[in-house]
């Protein structure tokens, strides 16, 4: 009764694992199918615990097979204890570390009840499922459907329900392989081919194969392999980097012994990528990225675990090729024939951007290929448990079994709901709802503490708080109510920013938060511009080639008017990205302010050179330039920036436009502070 059940959730599990997405978390594909494993596995656990208690007796196997996929495993728990900064994340994201124990259970409960039959039939109908949804989804712009707020993003043309076209073509390229093989079985004579049972089967084929072109169709028109999905405001990327970069990152952690065996952590990879990116790279539209998966799974591998992943994972496709060829030559039948055909087709995958659908694929065929390579094990250890003759050992593993799960279900429970709270905190942003954004990113913070994305939203919301208020005020003095609430906002955010700092000091862009903070409360707290100055400068040792950095700190001394500092930084950002007029723009207006008429002139016909002649930015350089040009004549001074709303060329913010008297806050708040 036990087993029946756990057979047919592992089917659902199988089955809905590669279409389930839902639009209650921020990125409403791989979250979800993260905590649909994990739910799962959990269950499939519980259920072997009761089944414990009901027959009094288990069994456990653990053979030589099985050390590819226990060594893996390991590895990545030894890179996620001894090189991620932040365990907890690198715990609970997609392919972080709870995905793959997850993926480890699943095995070992695949193997030990023989069920390579329920895998394949699982496979095949939601490789079915998954090109019928596609092929539904590509119709939904044609027909403009209109959708909720919530489902619009299903009129994306780049959207995938396996997170991207080049996954969702490879998947399907693996159940097409399955599919041909079916036939292959059930078409014995040439004269069978027009049989009217195989109708449905190939119709099935059609399906499979409309879908494939559809998603190589998509692929064509997207020169990148990202998949970017927008909903409401909120814009979810996952950004793979170029191969040349993704090689030197990769390389990049030979430099350090600890790196070189257990890599920079499961989900640091940016960290590795910001080292070894070079100015040319500002070249590219995508120089603003975060960039978060290398070019394909090996180098992904090797970055974030080091040798001790990188040999590791090596060793497991290569053994279930290794074994799937050996089947084959023992038998000499068209099953073992199909599985060396699959075992190859996963290792065509490993050399594409890392994928839930690739990793859940690579263990369920390891468990199949498996279930024959047990049997013929010279060495392997068997552990059996009866109620009768171990009694003491019996009620111990229960207790520890029972202990262990409801601990794994609770905290899972908690970080499922903060992905939910958060998701909620988004929707009242576009509703303009303060309050539900406040109370929602509150709950998810409490319920899961240590999600980065979580304190930087917080601490970015509450500086919204401040300034709203600060900027609302028609008075030169504040009221007393006015200032607390400022105040206590502030430190909110400062707080919450250098949260995310502690979590993970490794990554450019959460002391570029903490510096965003600082510089943009300048105007109102004392000492922000030093605490911002220092921000800045850790996050561009992290990220040394970034000229965003570079041209924010010239911002925070431009608005101080330490116009010398202002103008090496916004040299260094035009030296990075010499395309770039915002930054020739700044280098322009610093040099005028610094009564250097020649040279803001110069820059700014230079910034003209990089503009369209009729957008808004060439209109308002050219006014500004003009300005410039007669007032150098007339030997006066009194031009301001041209204000145009249509415009993206900005100056910092000057930090003596506020009226206000400015606020103190507690010393805590330096970045420095503990």
Known sequence: MIENIQHKLLWLLIYLFPIFFLPITQEYINTNKLYLLIFCVLTLLSLSLINLLIKGKTSFVIALSDLPVLLFTVATGLSVLISSPNKIEALTIPTGLGFILGLTALYFFIKSKALEK????????????????SIILYSFPVFALQLPVNWQFLNNQDFSILGSNIHLCLFLGFVLMTLLFEFKIRVKKTSELFSSWLLLHYL?????????????????SNSTLDSRITQSNVSFTTTVSPLSTSIDAAYSITANPRELMFGVGVDNYNSAFNRVKTPSYNKTSSFDLIFNQASNLLLQAMTETGLF?????????????????????ESRDGYGLYLCLICCYLLVMMFFPPSMIFLILLYLIQGVVNIKSEKKDNISLKINITRQKNLYLYFLIIIIDAVVLCGLFYFSSRGYLAEI?????????????????????????SLNPY???????????????????????????????????????VQQAISEGKTAVSLNGEKASNWENLGFIYRNIIPIVN???????????????????????????????????????????????SNL???????????????WETGNNDRAIYYLRHTLTFLKPQSANYKKVT???????KQTVDKKKTVEPVVDKASDLTLPQDINQTTIEKLDVIKEASPTAK
Do not use: H, M
Not at 122 to 129: D, E, M, P, T
Not at 469 to 477: D, F, G, H, L, R
Not at 623 to 629: D, G, N, R
């Open 451 to 489: 999600i980065e994305r979580f304190r930087i939203s917080f601490s970015q919301f509450n500086l919204l708080l401040a300034n709203n208020i600060v900027s609302s005020s028609t008075k030169k003095e504040l009221s007393l109510s006015e200032r607390q609430t400022i105040t206590q906002a």
């Open 204 to 220: 099935f084929l059609i399906i499979i194969v409309l879908a494939l072109i559809i998603g190589f169709s998509r692929l064509k």
């Open 577 to 591: 990205k010499s395309d770039w007029p915002n930054a020739y723009y700044n280098l322009a207006w610093t040099y």
């Open 421 to 445: 709270y958060y998701k909620k905190s988004i929707d009242g942003l576009a509703l303009n709802n303060s309050r539900i954004v406040y109370d929602n990113q509150k709950k998810a913070i």
């Open 527 to 573: 000492g922000a511009d030093v605490w911002a100055i220092s921000s800045y400068q850790r996050a561009i040792a992290l990220d040394p080639v970034n000229p965003l950095l570079r041209l924010n700190l010239g911002g925070i001394f431009y608005s101080i008017k330490d116009y010398q500092n202002a103008i090496k930084e916004f040299q260094k950002a």
């Open 118 to 133: 329920l895998v394949f039939e699982a496979l095949i109908f939601s490789g079915l499922s998954v090109a019928t949804i």
């Open 623 to 629: 006014e500004e330039l003009e300005s410039f040009e």
């Open 309 to 329: 992943g990188f040999i590791t994972l090596i060793i497991l496709v290569g053994s279930l090729i290794y074994k799937a060829v050996k089947s084959y030559f």
